[in-house]
């Protein structure tokens, strides 16, 4: 059973402010002309709105919608009260996204016989806790089908697919209907001379090697005769990104942009730490505006985890480009978009420590430091000198790819909590439990004076508090 919320932030944010209900929505990162509009309400959907078009285009087809900031932390909380929904019924929940996951019922033969009931269940208690939430069920013999019944009825659907309905349904489709088939694969896909999901699926596995290549032509094969490709992908283990797009004034401060790459990373750091891995491959893009990109990637020999190492080497690698080319700049005002990826993934329990380079007493501060903002329940609690720079640039990011870290422990909690705390907004007040008596306010020659106060002080306060403690 694949269940995926539909218009997920835009009825999220309608969930939390009835007032935006039943109105054209449009949620944004950042508020400007330019900006994407990265999730739209069903409401201006109906005007030809999607999720991706620039808000300035929104504007053109769609002149009354409204717009909002996004809330992750919020988002965050829902998907771990579905997620919760879901364990209800069944002990095997894959989350694919922040708003969907996979049900594996192939236990439960014996236990429901009618699937679509628990489906009708399942939205019931959704709308129980979450009354503007609807979501989209398929039930299918495999997650790809299960997937792609979901999208055959799009607002609060139930399809169920199976093998006497599949040619029924995939009559009509076209190819790039299908998730993972986008313009070249169908390009590929037409040269051998396959136009319709129908044909695809009733052609040889032979003929689909020779068009993708290889074995993705089994798995496609497979994926369209009820075979199972999709449930247990371990991407989590294959690749961590982490990415943010920039508006124009953020990028014309290059400030800003050093940040955000120290932002991006930190939070790269912070999943290995979670996850007790370290990484061999660190990859870095950005793109311009005009739609061009600049791409680097560094194998390493000795795996790392550290933010500031990570960062290291991709600032090493821009120099180089740097010096090579005189006067070209990899962080310029046209910079829309930055990404910092990592792959090559080594459990901490089996790293190999190089005999010239001591970093065990780096490794253990760091863990020492996540542990510490994992008991007092505050990820802002202690940071590293480098996160200094600019707190306001390290934004909460949605992250996509993350929902693991969001998984519930053997004892119902969230495994990473701070991923469900709101970032605060400029100039405004972090609430922090920990806080006792408010130490004088730092004197304005103390070298971190771009924090507003209310955070040196909490900062210092927790340190105290933490030293009499121990
Ligand atoms: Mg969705």
């Given at each position: 059973m694949y269940i995926d919320m539909n218009c997920y932030f835009a009825s999220c944010e309608q969930q939390r402010h009835p007032e935006l209900r039943g109105k054209p929505l449009g949620v944004l990162t950042y508020d400007s002309p330019n900006a994407a509009v990265i999730a739209a309400s069903k409401e201006a959907k109906e005007f030809g709105v999607k999720s991706g078009m620039r808000l300035m285009d929104c504007r053109q087809i769609c002149p009354q919608m409204l717009t909002v900031p996004t809330s992750p932390a919020w988002y965050r909380q829902i998907h771990v009260d579905i997620m919760a929904i879901l364990h209800k019924y069944c002990d095997d929940v894959i989350p694919k996204s922040i708003d969907e996951a996979v049900c594996n019922f192939h236990s439960y033969k014996f236990v429901y016989n009618d699937l679509s009931e628990i489906a009708r269940k399942i939205k019931a208690d959704i709308s129980a806790k979450y009354d503007w939430l609807t979501c989209s069920i398929g039930i299918a013999p495999s997650t790809f089908l299960a997937k792609l019944a979901t999208g055959r009825?799009?607002?609060?659907g139930l399809v169920v697919i199976t093998e006497d309905n599949l040619d029924e349904h995939l009559a009509k489709m076209k190819l790039t209907d299908l998730t993972g088939i986008a313009t070249a694969n169908e390009r590929r896909l037409r040269m051998i001379g396959i136009q319709t999901p129908l044909e695809m699926r009733h052609t040889s596995p032979a003929l689909l090697r020779k068009a993708f290549g290889g074995v993705v032509g089994d798995y496609w094969h497979r994926r369209l005769n009820?075979?199972?490709?999709?449930?247990?992908?371990k991407v989590e283990n294959r690749t961590m990104s982490a990415t943010r797009t920039m508006s124009s004034q953020q990028s014309r401060d290059r400030q800003q942009l050093e940040s955000m790459l120290i932002s991006l990373c930190t939070r790269l750091e912070q999943r290995m730490v979670k996850g007790g891995l370290f990484c061999k491959e660190v990859y870095f893009s950005a793109r311009y505006r005009d739609g061009t990109q600049w791409e680097t990637s560094v194998k390493l020999a000795d795996p790392l985890q550290d933010a500031m190492e990570m960062r290291a080497y991709i600032k090493e690698r821009i120099a180089d480009f740097e010096r090579s080319r005189g006067l070209e700049t990899i962080f310029t005002e046209k910079v829309t978009n930055l990404t910092v990826a990592i792959q090559g993934f080594v459990k901490d329990n089996v790293m190999q420590y190089s005999l010239?380079?001591?970093r065990i007493k780096r490794d253990a501060v760091r863990k020492v430091m996540y542990k510490i903002k994992e008991d007092y329940d505050q990820k802002n609690l202690v940071r590293k000198g480098c996160e200094l720079l600019n707190p306001f640039v390290m934004k909460d990011a949605?992250?996509?790819?993350?929902?693991r870290d969001m998984m519930l422990n053997k004892e119902g909690?969230?495994?990473?909590?701070?991923?469900?705390e709101e970032d605060a907004k400029e100039g405004e007040k972090r609430e922090i439990k920990i806080k006792k008596k408010a130490p004088p306010p730092p004197k304005e020659?103390?070298?971190?004076?771009?924090?507003n106060n209310e955070e040196t002080e909490t900062f210092t306060s927790a340190l105290k508090k933490m030293k009499h403690a121990s």
């Open positions: 009825q799009k607002v609060d009820f075979g199972e490709v999709d449930m247990y992908n010239f380079d001591n949605i992250g996509f790819g993350s929902v909690g969230v495994k990473n909590k701070h991923l469900l020659e103390e070298w971190f004076c771009d924090i």
